[in-house]
């Protein structure tokens, strides 16, 4: 059984939903019942593999123990809080998934460490709350509240990212019956498109993946990169489309994760529009925090070269976050170098600010972009190398 993968995913996940419709309409709280269903459902996924599930037991204990301890020592440090700590609690709470791609290379160790599913998603949860401890928004962590939101199922293995305040204002409140009915109504029309994207628009894509697969020409590695990216598009798509359905009919409104990335008009606005949740996490907890150490250190002659030292580190650690492999690496330092030349372009260049509003420029630009967001996703395939 996978998540949004097989029949009797959706078998388990259809007879557990129907209690929480019951709930949702009788006015009553979904919390405590979606948390159980959570930790049912997956259990369910992952005991096949009892090792993974040993390593999110593992995971989960470490992670609340670590912000538990974070949160008490904070509060005691009050307005003089101690950067060095924080970094140590950051790096302990990132260490088991780092330690997972390690586990993914052919470099790195014989055994595996923290190899379980969802561990990527879960890590940059548990690290906002750290980093929202240390500025002194969060100053309290329940332990069903850090559950509820921690092992949300339809969000365990592929998100979209959450952040915890705005989880948690969702998680303890409590509908109206017809406030219930409405997001239900949304919940289950997004289930419905995501079935569609994944199930029938993605494979038939993948069709032209198989085809133009193992590409030799130039042509063929045309073909094969839009067939791939398109096939990402409605297969990650899809899957984030019914994970935020599930999320509402079980009363958490799951931010959404796309917005038509293929209509962009530049490399800054594809990241606006693409895995959103998770380009907007790196965009506030590591681009603007980078951005504002260099700018009170003063690392850079000017603000704008900060800015494309902050896109290219900021592009690499999310390619490294997809694994440690080369292709990730290249994806990651492709995107950084795209932003930092658009970065420039656009604070330079008269020719951009002159014709900018204009609408043959925005056509060129959208097919520029295209192009260049459809090798992108042959770097990302690995076909390259």
């Known amino acids: 059984m996978s998540f949004f993968g097989s ?39 992952l005991w096949p593999n009892k090792l993974q599930l040993v390593w999110l037991i593992a995971f989960y204990a470490m992670e609340f123990l670590l912000v538990k301890f974070y949160l008490k020592l904070r509060l005691a440090q009050g307005e003089k809080r101690k950067a060095a700590v924080y970094r140590l609690f950051l790096v302990l709470c990132v260490l088991p998934l780092f330690l997972s791609k390690l586990s993914e290379t ?59 305040r705005r989880y948690m204002e969702d998680g303890n409140h409590v509908y109206t019956r017809e406030a219930y009915l409405e997001l239900l109504g949304d919940g289950l029309l997004k289930i419905l498109i995501g079935v569609i994207y994944k199930f029938i628009l993605a494979a038939l894509c993948n069709k032209g993946v198989v085809f133009f697969e193992n590409p030799q020409s130039l042509l063929e590695y045309i073909g094969y990169g839009y067939c791939y990216g398109i096939y990402m598009f409605f297969d990650f798509a899809g899957y984030s489309a019914m994970a935020i359905g599930t999320g509402y009919v079980l009363g958490i409104k799951v931010p959404e994760n796309f917005n038509k990335p293929f209509i962009s008009i530049d490399m800054k606005d594809f990241w606006n529009r693409w895995h959103m949740t998770l380009s907007f996490w790196f965009r506030d907890f590591l681009f603007s925090r980078f951005m504002m150490l260099a700018i009170k250190e003063k690392w850079f002659s000017s603000r704008l070269t900060g800015a494309l030292v902050g896109f290219i580190i900021n592009m690499l650690v999310m390619g490294a976050w997809h694994g440690f492999a080369p292709h990730y690496i290249l994806y990651g330092l492709y995107h950084g170098l795209l932003l930092a030349l658009t970065e420039i372009y656009q604070k330079k260049s008269k020719f951009y600010k002159t014709h900018k509003k204009e609408t043959w420029y925005k056509r060129v630009s959208w097919f520029i972009t295209l192009n260049m967001v459809m090798f992108g996703f042959l770097l990302f395939s690995g076909a390259l190398i």
């Open 7 to 45: 029949a009797a995913f959706f078998m388990v996940m259809g007879l557990l939903l129907l209690p929480a419709i019951g709930l949702g309409i009788m006015g009553r709280s979904l919390k405590g019942y979606r948390t159980a269903a959570s930790v049912l459902v997956i259990g369910l996924v």
């Open 106 to 164: 052919s470099w790195g160790p014989s055994f595996s460490l923290f190899q379980f599913l969802g561990i990527s998603y879960l890590t940059f949860r548990v690290a906002q709350m750290i980093i929202e401890i240390y500025d002194g928004i969060i100053k309290e962590v329940r332990w069903l509240d850090f559950t509820d939101f921690l092992l949300l199922f339809p969000t365990f293995s592929c998100g979209p990212i959450d952040r915890s």
